[in-house]
């Protein structure tokens, strides 16, 4: 019976790995189809922003209460995986409680530890709950998450929550057994939390508290082998993808504006033609249609997008009721990359299936109701910026088809004709002060 165990288990554990390694190849190559760009700069800073943004949250401690209740469940997430180990462990080796001897003492102190966590977590994810479905907060109903998004996140939460407390269960279970005298089941002294129900348990027959124990432990794996491989499908992949996302950040100050060296390269051949090579070749294009115009870093801010709405929620047009929600610009960005990664997985190489990222996905009125005021750039906890997104789409917008508003149109030709963008002769611009 345990060579059984121990064969379904591996099978188990080698199928998860597999299907998960296999969807995050697939993310890293629809990632890998945007432009290349350098990021080796400033390794200290980098690191920095890694320790400060992904690690310690930094930005989310603008809201403290929030923050800390998002730590325990970050926190328990990262650590309470310590006892995943041992779990794995046990079921490849066919052990129990791997551990447990060797620590001795320490190890009860680690498992009341873990279990400090899972109730924080268990209260935190609870609380979200009830902001998201019951509260009901702004950002948490917008349109923008209707259907799979907003289901999505109440899944996270509850599965987290499922697996927070079948671990307490499998202790009290573990425990009970501890105090039957089974001879499988090693001392570790009293649970902290779930040792409270321990000695309840111990009314039940060995046997069945055995099987108990026993499906307990396989529904704690399987869920979290179920975890590992929705969570590439989700918007909680963020809690992979924060760390090189804030490594891999731009350190310029917030705000600027980076130029096109083709533009900038096109105007000073237009001032000065003698500078021209004679073998110069015009730009590919201007700005981004598609996510294939844009850099892997703007691919990458689309997938470490945590849907939060703090971007949203900050944006001065979404809340005066433009159609611009910064959230929506990379959640749009994020589904245009899977819809792409799906036709190179039927096809082997993408095909033209007629759709861009631009008026298929983002419209025109959305990118034309952005101010640039970095509010979303700033408040994002991840470092994410769809204002870079948002620019380069409108570059294309205005440089490709000449599409912009009249009086967008009017400043740019005065920019043109006059170098400014009033419509006065150059001759005549210090003609005020005359009127002095």
Not at 41 to 65: C, E, I, T, Y
Not at 174 to 202: P, V
Not at 261 to 277: G, R
Request: aromatic share 12%; with cysteine; hydrophobic share 45%.
């Amino acid at each position: 019976m345990q060579i059984l165990q121990q064969i379904l288990f591996v099978i188990a554990a080698i199928v998860s790995i597999w299907l998960f390694t296999k969807k995050v190849k697939e993310i890293t190559r629809n990632i890998k189809l945007g432009r290349g760009e350098d990021f080796s700069d400033n390794k200290s800073q980098r690191w920095k922003n890694v320790l400060l943004l992904a690690f310690g949250q930094k930005k989310m401690f603008k809201n403290p209460l929030v923050a800390i209740m998002h730590f325990f469940v970050y926190a328990g997430f990262i650590i309470i995986n310590i006892e995943v180990l041992e779990i794995v462990l046990d079921g490849i080796f066919g052990t129990h409680r791997l551990f447990a001897k060797s620590l001795g003492g320490f190890y009860t102190f680690l498992i009341n530890a873990f279990e400090v966590l899972a109730v924080l977590v268990f209260a935190a994810c609870a609380i979200f709950l009830i902001r998201r479905n019951i509260l009901r907060l702004k950002r948490f109903i917008s349109k923008d998450l209707n259907g799979w998004p907003r289901s999505d996140a109440n899944y996270i939460l509850i599965t987290e929550i499922v697996l927070m407390t079948l671990f307490l269960l499998l202790n009290s279970s573990d425990r009970a057994l501890q105090l039957q005298g089974n001879e499988h089941y090693h001392d570790t002294g009293s649970f902290l939390f779930s040792g409270m129900f321990s000695s309840s348990l111990t009314s039940i027959s060995p046997l069945n508290l055995v099987v108990i124990e026993r499906t307990v432990w396989w529904l704690h794996i399987i869920g979290i082998f179920a975890f590992l491989n929705y969570l590439p499908y989700s918007k909680h992949l963020h809690i992979i993808l924060a760390f090189p996302n804030a490594y891999y950040a731009r350190l310029e100050p917030k705000g600027e504006m980076r130029n096109m060296p083709a533009v900038q390269k096109e105007v000073l051949y237009a001032m000065k033609p003698e500078l021209a090579p004679t073998d110069a070749a015009p730009p590919a294009n201007f700005g981004a249609k598609d996510v294939f115009d844009l850099s892997w870093r703007n691919l990458l801010d689309a997938y470490s997008c945590t849907e939060c709405g703090r971007c949203s929620a900050a944006c001065p047009a979404t809340q005066t009721g433009k159609a611009l929600s910064p959230r929506k610009i990379m959640m749009d960005t994020r589904d245009r990359l899977e819809d792409v990664g799906k036709n190179i997985n039927v096809n082997k190489v993408y095909k033209d299936d007629s759709k861009k990222l631009l008026h298929d996905y983002i419209s025109v009125e959305e990118l034309r109701a952005c101010t640039t005021c970095n509010a979303c750039v700033e408040e994002c906890p991840v470092s994410i910026s769809p204002l870079e997104i948002i620019l380069e789409l409108r570059r294309s917008l205005v440089m490709e088809e000449s599409n912009a508003p009249q009086e967008w149109n009017a400043m740019f030709n005065n920019v043109e004709n006059n170098f400014a963008p009033w419509k006065f002769s150059p001759d005549e611009r210090d003609k005020w002060t005359q009127e002095v």
